[in-house]
């Protein structure tokens, strides 16, 4: 896959339509984590730096069609400037005139593109309006690129269209990942439901050398050889699928890893009385929490013989303690063999990047992306619209 970066393309005195990602977390008039506005910030600069006047597109929330007051993107305005260091125009309802009329080194930002229905459904006439408001467009929006809407894809088909920073570097950073990564790979693959993951766990093992399995997932690969899980959240009638992934995975040379060891409790809830005990021996009327300490020292020895980790997924019921163990500890061990440079790592999606940060390990992870859905499509392996417009 090629596409242009900012560094193709001659943009002084132009006006270049930026779509970007500022769908942040909130409460009350607060962001609780900036995260997504401060990566969009290198971008703006580099193109105002080029003499561009900067018209960020954006989405914020999912209202569906319908002009919503709490989805404004007004909302975000105060800490999109705080980002920017600079003052932003917010347009309701931007015009050409009206954009034309602010001094070169303006940016602009559009009210959230999804009040319109005609956005998500990649209308031709709302892409049309959208490209006649500028000159090129720049798409920085990773972590949208798995929707085809009118300002991800639809308008990078009508305008001269390139990646922005972030963008160029996510797709990097995925590409050193699976695309042509390093190896031995290993994937760890957590989360609740092997349902919602099927796609994920057929693609990865055809592409990496180690799958680990873990939380609710790894219990339905449990059940289907035969291991008992007592009241463990498992999905039984996945039992089949999860063999077929285990025979794939074998015809590939891939191996998968279970927990060897596991962490039971009889409620689920913060605090609750557990112990530690061999994967076999959960007693029927108690649950698997997380991995035990054993299956983390495998671990830490998996991510020692590998070169490369791409990470979706807790390994247990990281939100309530003391049942986030396992998966602090195998964050730690990846962010240090990280650190010693001796594994390129990758993670991404919201609750992994929240267990990492949570494990005080992210910041030592060579790459953290910063998209949830577009990450998982892009580890399926699937064609992202918002990407492959710009190709
Ligand atoms: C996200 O938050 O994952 C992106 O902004 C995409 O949002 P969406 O899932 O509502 O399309
Ligand atoms: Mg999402």
């Given amino acids: 896959m090629t596409w242009k970066t900012i560094d193709d393309m001659a943009l002084a005195g132009k006006v270049v339509l930026t779509r970007v990602d500022i769908n942040v977390p909130m409460e009350g008039a607060q962001v609780t984590d900036a995260t997504r506005i401060?990566?969009?910030v290198p971008t703006v600069e580099d193109l105002i730096a080029r003499g561009a006047k900067v018209v960020l597109l954006a989405h914020f929330g999912r209202p569906k069609g319908k002009t919503l007051p709490e989805m404004s993107l007004r909302l975000v305005l105060p800490a999109l400037e705080a980002a920017l260091g600079r003052s932003v125009t917010f347009m309701e309802h931007p015009s050409r005139e009206a954009i034309n009329a602010l001094p070169q080194t303006a940016v602009v930002l559009a009210e959230n593109m999804r009040f319109s229905p005609l956005e998500e459904a990649n209308d031709p006439q709302m892409a049309a309006d959208l490209a006649a408001l500028g000159d090129y467009f720049c798409n920085d929006a990773f972590s949208a690129a798995h929707r085809a809407h009118a300002s991800t894809e639809g308008v990078a088909r009508l305008l001269p269209s390139f990646a922005g920073r972030l963008m160029a570097e996510e797709l990097a950073a995925l590409e050193a990942a699976l695309g042509k990564p390093e190896r031995p790979v290993v994937a760890v693959v957590g989360g609740a439901k092997v349902s919602t993951k099927l796609d994920l766990l057929g693609n990865l093992?055809?592409?990496?050398?180690?799958?680990?399995?873990?939380?609710?997932?790894?219990?339905?690969?449990?059940?289907?050889?035969?291991?008992?899980?007592?009241?463990?959240?498992?999905?039984?009638?996945?039992?089949?699928?999860?063999?077929?992934?285990?025979?794939?995975?074998?015809?590939?040379?891939?191996?998968?890893?279970?927990?060897?060891?596991?962490?039971?409790?009889?409620?689920?809830?913060?605090?609750?009385?557990?112990?530690?005990?061999?994967?076999?021996?959960?007693?029927?009327?108690?649950?698997?929490?997380?991995?035990?300490?054993?299956?983390?020292?495998?671990?830490?020895?998996?991510?020692?013989?590998?070169?490369?980790?791409?990470?979706?997924?807790?390994?247990?019921?990281?939100?309530?303690?003391?049942?986030?163990?396992?998966?602090?500890?195998?964050?730690?061990?990846?962010?240090?063999?990280?650190?010693?440079?001796?594994?390129?790592?990758?993670?991404?999606?919201?609750?992994?990047?929240?267990?990492?940060?949570?494990?005080?390990?992210?910041?030592?992870?060579?790459f953290i992306s910063t998209a949830g859905?577009?990450?998982?499509?892009?580890?399926?392996?699937?064609?992202?619209?918002?990407?492959?417009?710009?190709?």
């Fill in 38 to 40: 401060e990566k969009i």
């Fill in 205 to 366: 093992v055809s592409k990496v050398d180690h799958l680990v399995i873990g939380g609710g997932m790894a219990n339905t690969f449990l059940v289907a050889q035969g291991i008992e899980v007592g009241k463990s959240l498992a999905e039984r009638d996945m039992a089949p699928t999860a063999l077929e992934i285990i025979a794939k995975a074998k015809a590939a040379g891939c191996t998968i890893h279970l927990p060897i060891d596991v962490v039971v409790a009889r409620e689920f809830k913060a605090g609750a009385d557990n112990q530690t005990m061999a994967t076999a021996d959960c007693p029927s009327d108690a649950m698997i929490l997380d991995a035990g300490p054993q299956t983390v020292a495998a671990l830490r020895q998996v991510f020692e013989g590998c070169k490369t980790l791409i990470w979706n997924g807790p390994l247990g019921a990281f939100e309530i303690e003391p049942f986030n163990a396992a998966t602090n500890a195998a964050a730690q061990a990846a962010a240090e063999l990280t650190r010693a440079g001796k594994l390129v790592s990758v993670a991404g999606g919201g609750d992994t990047v929240a267990a990492l940060n949570q494990a005080g390990a992210a910041a030592d992870f060579t």
């Fill in 373 to 391: 859905g577009a990450f998982l499509e892009w580890m399926e392996g699937k064609t992202l619209p918002g990407v492959a417009a710009l190709e």
